[in-house]
């Protein structure tokens, strides 16, 4: 590395500043505190009004070989000029840019010069944290971070297109000075977003380009402020014209050096970020400025390349086309569900069987396909599970009552016309954290409108409205709108600049001194809320208390109780709690706690363990666990939700512990609790200590895992296949297994004793008449393995055309799709009667019990089903990159599976042709599989557990 030196520094850091006097030492300071020595700073003023070129000049005689001060003769307006200016000044080899208001960190030249100097780039990027200055808590968000994972060198952005598309900035980076000079790059000047090209001009010409995963740069947002930065001056339409100019030179740049794999790219970005951060803002818009913007998103819209529709949320895509259109009928409402990502904003259509945004564009092949929102499901949502959008559509205020009118969407007609409507408004304090008391007040009128059901009210809240009057300064609106009993909540969507003004007079219960007016204002997601008038003389009075010692003891004793809340319900709070506290307790002799996939089913072995309890009429305390909702849990139980401080404190008192997954893992049994481990299947995957992921953990952690496996006292064992496989996997005594099948199974052995008792066709029982299941079709189940396939709900896109399946088979056969519980499956509206998706069912041994053949791929299912000794069928549609990707088998499914293994849509369908034909071909196959898988499940296993472990509980 160079000594440092005047003439020759390694680094020249231009600081630019414009009326920024107050902050421009703290950047400056930040770049002299750098560990390496050899930086100069080049501060540039953009001609500032205040004192800022001042502090410069006094900076700079403070460090004369160190900072040097210039300044534009005129105000620029922008970032470009200032620091175009800054690398004409600049003598170091390397130039990093930093703004007045930011920071950089301590070893951020250090870093970027060593990488640049190892690896010969022209570019070095590191990380950027945006550092929330206002934020209580110390609030930092880094800036895409998973760029920044580990250091690497890319000899083309080809090979990184994400580095283009997401890290446009201009200030985390560090440039070679006779990389800048000989490409000539500069920033533009005379518009804004300039990073956006300078970055993609420089990623472009970079021969090559260093990541970092250090953190160089402190990105400084002051969420308060007064003035908003260039960027977020959203609601002047030049911010959007120049946005918009600025990512039309970029593509420009891209095609003129055949980069359009990178425009693909940045095309899908834009769609889901770009024109976001607009949109977001347009319901607050007049109509000149919504025309504006449409015109200018136009002409740029026609530029995407339609396959970036596909790549982003069917959302994203419905707003971008309607605003090509100029539809703001549907793209006001469309931005609604956009900002609210739950909410349900359209009336939506069912067209050929699939559902659609609109009704309008249908007859476009490529509006039709961007406008069908099918796979959103909202289709198969009962009304209390929606989130309808509530449009106001009046609002009028005389002497303290305001009359309110609204529309709420009523999508696919979810509210019939005959439905019982009730309606209630509820305003409640904005208070995170703390529950005020609430209001409500009727609403008058409730009826159909059209594809909305209308309403009005006329809530008095001069009389009504009790606040406090100085922390209850913020009351939100909802509707509750009951249909046939059950109840939907609404927000109240004030989209129409102006609809809502004045102020008028409420009744505080403290005092009026402190507020006596409220005003309705708009939040920052569109709904209606009211804010308390603090008077101008009381608004100082407590802004000085805040300030005061008084303020500042009260907000340190607040922060500080809230922290001890945080404390207190945090996962290590409970964990101490459940081993210091509650396992201190006496075990309580005939508590039992049960739980099934991790509390989220009422089902499988632990069910079958209860019922039969019960059945026996056993006398002892039941406690399940649920995680979600407690629908479908037994009502003879006390019911407590997974990681509750009851869960806990019935978990440290319980004599007996009975599930199939596994308890918390840091939670030690007791001595006195005995733990029966039902497991949820037999293995076809490698499991355990038999996985390659468990082999390679270090020696601590398979030593803790095995402390996990080690609470099992006694484990369930339906074949000595799975003595083979799952307890040699974990580890487990032979002491420990118990070789007596599995209770879930015993309802399927009574199922096929009893068909072969009866010789002829077998009842289907009420399940069948449940589903709407007509008594000339066959039913298969289609139940495939957990899938890993991203997103928020973890979405299972069945591997075949399930439209194409009924057209096939809808006159012979109803097939039910059960998805794994950790999955979601959402089918069109054109299947349905034909198919039906039964995920939601607990169970899935009474659907087994039900089907006359099944799908699968790899999952447990078909050792249970195998029983039945019905057909069989495996899509293994992705077999080698099942098997020889993912974890490994413990044996060849295609070698023993008992029944047709196939791997295409048509190959199933051929397969399907004739349940009876396969029923007799692989007869032979089903008995030596169930032989071998099963040979313990006789269909007595719940009672030989209830016998062997809770016989004395037997009432006298």
């Not at 959203?234 to 600025?246: D, L």
């Not at 396939?789 to 799709?817: I, K, W």
Request: proline share 5%; charged share 30%.
């Amino acid at each position: 590395m160079k000594e440092e030196s005047l003439r020759s520094p390694d680094v020249s850091v231009v600081v630019i500043v414009y009326n920024d006097e107050a902050r421009l030492p703290t950047a400056v300071r930040s770049v002299l505190e750098q560990t390496l020595r050899g930086v100069e700073v080049v501060i540039v003023d953009d001609h500032s009004t205040d004192g800022s070129y001042d502090v410069a000049r006094r900076l700079a005689a403070a460090w004369p070989d160190r900072v040097r001060a210039h300044r534009l003769d005129e105000n620029s307006g922008g970032c470009g000029a200032p620091r175009n200016r800054g690398i004409a000044e600049a003598r170091g080899t390397y130039v990093l840019f930093l703004d007045s208001d930011d920071v950089l960190q301590r070893d951020a030249c250090r870093n970027m010069l060593e990488a640049a100097e190892t690896t010969g780039a022209d570019l070095v990027s590191g990380l950027c944290v945006r550092v929330h200055v206002d934020s209580r808590n110390g609030k930092e968000v880094k800036w895409y971070p998973w760029l920044y994972t580990r250091t690497r060198t890319l000899d083309s952005i080809s090979e990184l297109p994400d580095l283009l598309v997401f890290d446009t900035l201009s200030t985390n980076k560090c440039y070679r000075r006779q990389f800048l000079v000989e490409q000539e790059l500069r920033f533009p000047v005379g518009i804004h977003y300039e990073d956006l090209l300078f970055s993609a001009q420089a990623y472009v010409a970079a021969r090559r380009i260093t990541l970092v995963p250090n953190r160089v740069y402190d990105w400084n947002v002051s969420d308060r402020a007064t003035e908003k930065s260039i960027s977020n001056r959203r609601a002047e339409i030049a911010n959007f014209r120049h946005r918009m100019e600025i990512h039309r030179r970029v593509d420009r740049l891209l095609a003129d050096n055949g980069l359009l794999d990178l425009k693909f790219h940045k095309d899908v970005k834009f769609l889901k970020h770009d024109l976001v951060l607009h949109l977001r803002d347009l319901p607050f818009r007049d109509a000149g400025y919504r025309e504006e913007f449409a015109a200018t998103a136009r002409a740029y819209l026609e530029s995407i390349d339609r396959a970036a529709y596909d790549e982003v949320d069917p959302i994203h895509a419905v707003c971008a086309l309607l605003l090509e259109r100029s539809d703001w009928d549907n793209l006001l409402p469309a931005v609604d569900t956009l900002t609210n990502r739950d909410k349900i904003s359209a009336p939506l259509v069912e067209r050929d069987g699939r559902v659609y945004w609109c009704a309008e564009h249908l007859d476009d092949d490529f509006a039709r396909h961007v406008l069908d929102v099918t796979e959103l499901g909202h289709h198969t949502k009962p009304v209390e599970r929606m989130f309808l959008r509530n449009v106001l559509t009046g609002y009028a205020e005389r002497s303290g009552t305001v009359r309110l009118a609204g529309r709420i969407t009523n999508p696919l007609g979810v509210v019939p016309p005959g439905a019982r409507l009730t309606g209630e408004l509820e305003f409640g304090a904005r208070r995170k954290g703390v529950r005020f008391q609430t209001f409500r007040f009727p609403v008058t009128a409730l009826r159909h409108e059209g594809d909305a059901i209308a309403w009005e009210a006329s809530p008095d809240l001069s009389h009504g409205l009790r606040p406090l009057g100085v922390v209850d300064a913020v009351w939100d609106v909802r509707l509750h709108l009951g249909v046939d009993g059950v109840r939907t909540t609404t927000r109240l969507t004030a989209c129409e600049p102006g609809l809502v003004a004045g102020r008028f007079p409420v009744r505080p219960r403290l005092t009026r001194l402190v507020a006596d007016r409220i005003a309705p204002e708009v939040s920052s997601r569109g709904h209606l809320a009211f804010r308390i008038v603090t008077r101008e003389r009381v608004e100082t009075l407590v802004a000085s208390g805040v300030r005061g010692t008084p303020g500042r003891l009260a907000k340190s004793g607040y922060r500080g109780a809230k922290r001890l809340r945080g404390r207190l319900t945090s996962g290590d709070s409970k964990i101490r709690l459940y081993h210091e506290v509650f396992s201190r307790l006496p075990v309580k002799r005939r508590l039992v706690v049960f739980e099934s996939h991790l509390g989220r089913q009422y089902s499988d072995s632990p069910k079958a363990i209860y019922e039969e309890m019960r059945r026996q009429g056993l006398d002892f305390e039941a406690v399940w666990s649920y995680a979600g909702s407690p629908e479908g849990f037994p009502d003879d139980a006390v019911l407590v939700r997974r990681w509750s401080l009851p869960y806990l404190r019935a978990l440290a008192r319980a004599a007996f512990w009975i599930d199939n997954q596994s308890y918390p893992l840091k939670l030690t049994k007791r001595r006195g609790t005995t733990y029966l481990q039902t497991w949820h299947g037999s293995a076809l995957k490698r499991m355990g200590f038999d996985e390659p992921e468990w082999k390679l953990r270090p020696r601590p952690a398979q030593a803790e895992q095995q402390r996990v496996l080690d609470r099992f006292d006694r484990f369930l064992i339906r074949s000595e296949h799975d003595v083979r496989t799952l307890a040699r996997a974990f580890r487990l005594k032979e002491k420990t297994l118990l070789r007596v099948g599995y209770p879930r199974n015993d309802a399927l052995v009574r199922a096929r004793r009893e068909e072969l008792r009866a010789g002829g066709p077998r009842r289907r029982g009420p399940l069948a008449r449940e589903l709407g299941i007509p008594d000339d079709r066959a039913v298969l189940l289609y139940a495939p393995t957990f899938r890993h396939q991203g997103g928020r709900q973890r979405r299972f896109e069945l591997p075949f055309d399930v439209e194409r399946f009924a057209d096939v088979f809808g006159d012979r056969y109803v097939l039910l799709v059960r998805s794994h519980y950790l999955n979601h499956v959402v089918l069109p509206p054109s299947v349905r009667g034909r198919v039906l998706d039964v995920s939601a069912h607990h169970d899935v041994t009474p659907l087994l019990e039900l089907a006359d053949g099944l799908i699968t791929d790899y999952s447990s299912v078909m050792f249970d089903y195998a029983l039945l000794g019905r057909p069989m069928f495996f899509f293994a549609y992705d077999y080698e990159e099942y098997v020889h990707e993912g974890r490994g088998t413990y044996f060849d499914l295609l070698e023993r599976a008992p029944g047709p293994v196939v791997r295409t849509e048509r190959e199933l369908h051929t397969a399907l042709e004739s349940l009876d034909e396969q029923s007799v071909k692989y007869a032979e196959a089903r008995d030596g599989f169930v032989a071998e898988f099963g040979e313990y499940d006789t269909g007595g296993a719940a009672r030989a557990v209830v016998d062997q472990f809770f016989s004395e509980w037997r009432r006298a």
